[in-house]
């Protein structure tokens, strides 16, 4: 039922969220404020722990639903005033936290998954990195960048299928070159661990990023924001894998079994970015995307989820599944879910790119979605507030998709598709726009290049965050920049000594004000 949401002491439109019990029975669970004037205070099952929260999903769902001012530049609630933790550490104008001194690396190679990496940082506990999920915060006293990022330790059984998921880490950056890998409190560091618990649950194997969104703001960091993570796992179950690809004539005398490859969507929640509580999907296993029904498109198999918001209150989920390939190997397809809440989703069917061709024979795989900005509009846009446009007609308000292609010898590079209505999606002509370095070479991403995420830089500059894999197959994350072209990509080098100094979001922010009328 509907609930009303009370934010700084004004109301604000808001909606009640279904949190499921082990015992399979559903609860309702409501706001009830105890301090009007500011903060909301409610009990939410998290897979069977109650816990005590000034922002419960009420709030989310409330602040997630639609532009609420009170919050986006406030001050902080009493409950922030004395947690506010990693939000006020360091300065940006101070040196990169623990990495001072920093040796060169090979183009484009941030973050490296082993010890014998090249890169400038490296994990010697993980084995594989990968979806790289990328913020950056305006603040009082310069700017914060943090990345969320999944990767595979030993710890993982080694029965689960050979992918970059595992446990779900972040970083931290002054420049978003720089990076520190924070230690986390769950297994390894990780800030999201899979779900030891509930035997039950979708993830008790691996967990894997698929996207981050701060309610309050994507580019201004508060006090009062709620960070919600899109995440998917999978358990133990066993399929032959004959189920998710063409084997061919290299199918040998015994079929095998893949393990983990049944994977679902959730959500988890947080305060801080840091530590996450999950939330009961409506489905028995605590999903809020489950497989589809036998014969559908993604009976199989649902994963790496990228959310963003349609301007009118609801959001539309990008996700992936995949089925053999009549040519050998695997295909994979895009699905589309819409809900008014970010939590409740209903299914809207595959997705098609039209205008595919060789790179991407297979298909489309990982993704970043987004809405134009105002930027990339001039001044035909009104700001938002959250870096999207509003206003100007439905062709320049459209949608931009970064995504993965695989062509039919298994290759993957990125390319570049767009969208009117976020529905139907057209591939540009110059695909792929950023393809592996050449084979041979050595370079940590000779083999491929995907899971796009992209970041705005002010003036027209854009920067994007891959993974990149190796001959070897190890994967890691990389940096690449472009000047404003969307179809020119250059790797970027990082060097000892300071980045090169970027516009801040703050001068954005006033360069908009003044551009637009904020």
Excluded at 119 to 127: E, G, M, S
Excluded at 143 to 163: C, H, K, P, T, Y
Excluded at 318 to 328: A, H, I
């Amino acid at each position: 039922r509907p609930v009303t949401c009370l934010v700084s002491g004004e109301e604000a439109p808001g909606a009640s969220v279904l949190t499921k019990a082990k015992s399979g029975a559903l609860a309702d669970h409501t706001s009830r404020p105890r301090q009007p004037s500011w903060a909301i205070r409610t009990h939410v099952i998290v897979r069977n722990r109650t816990m005590a929260r000034p922002w419960a999903i009420a709030a989310a769902v409330c602040l997630l639903a639609g532009p609420c001012t009170a919050w986006s530049r406030g001050a902080a609630s009493p409950a922030t005033r004395s947690h506010r933790g990693w939000l006020h550490r360091g300065a940006a104008s101070k040196p990169p936290r623990g990495l001072v001194a920093m040796a060169e690396g090979p183009s484009g190679l941030l973050i490296g998954a082993a010890e014998t990496s090249a890169a400038p940082v490296t994990t010697p506990d993980l084995k594989s990195l990968g979806m790289p999920r990328v913020h950056r915060y305006a603040r009082d006293d310069g700017e914060e960048w943090v990345m969320w990022f999944q990767g595979r330790d030993d710890d993982i059984a080694e029965e689960v299928v050979s992918l970059s998921t595992g446990r779900i880490f972040r970083a931290t950056s002054n420049d978003g070159l720089r990076w520190e890998i924070e230690k986390g409190q769950q297994t390894n560091g990780a800030s999201l661990d899979v779900d030891t618990d509930a035997w039950w649950g979708f993830d008790t194997a691996h967990v894997g990023v698929g996207d981050v969104k701060l309610t309050s703001s994507e580019k201004i960091m508060t006090q009062g924001g709620v960070y919600l993570l899109y995440y998917f796992g999978g358990t133990y179950e066993a399929k032959p894998a004959t189920a998710f690809m063409n084997m061919g004539d290299k199918m040998p005398p015994t079929v095998p079994e893949v393990t983990g490859m049944v994977m679902r969507i959730g959500v988890a929640m947080s305060q801080d970015g840091k530590t996450w509580g999950r939330v009961e999907g409506e489905y028995s296993t605590g999903a809020i995307l489950d497989l589809g029904e036998e014969g559908e498109f993604d009976e199989l198999t649902v994963g790496w989820p990228t959310v963003v918001s349609d301007g009118t209150g609801t959001f539309l989920m990008y996700y992936q599944t995949m089925r053999p390939c009549p040519t050998g190997g695997s295909e994979y397809a895009l699905g589309l879910a819409r809900s008014p809440d970010g939590v409740r989703w209903t299914k809207a069917g595959q997705i098609e790119v039209e205008g595919r061709g060789e790179f991407d024979a297979r298909g489309a795989a990982r993704r970043h979605v987004f809405r134009k900005t105002v930027e990339s509009m001039g001044d035909k846009a009104g700001y938002s507030g959250d870096g999207e446009a509003e206003g100007g007609n439905a062709d320049e308000r459209g949608y931009t998709m970064f995504y993965e292609g695989v062509d039919d010898g298994g290759r993957h590079a990125i390319g570049l598709a767009t969208s009117v209505d976020g529905v139907k999606w057209t591939a540009s002509e110059a695909n792929p726009v950023f393809a592996p370095a050449e084979q041979g070479s050595g370079a940590f991403d000779a083999k491929a290049v995907g899971s796009p995420h992209i970041v705005e830089m002010g003036k027209g500059k854009l920067r994007m965050y891959y993974v990149g894999t190796a001959q070897d197959g190890t994967c890691s994350i990389g940096c690449a920049e472009s000047e404003g072209d969307l179809t020119q990509w250059t790797r970027v080098d990082v060097v000892e000594g300071e980045a090169s100094p970027e516009p801040s979001i703050s001068d954005q922010l006033d360069a908009l004000g003044d551009s637009v009328g904020m």
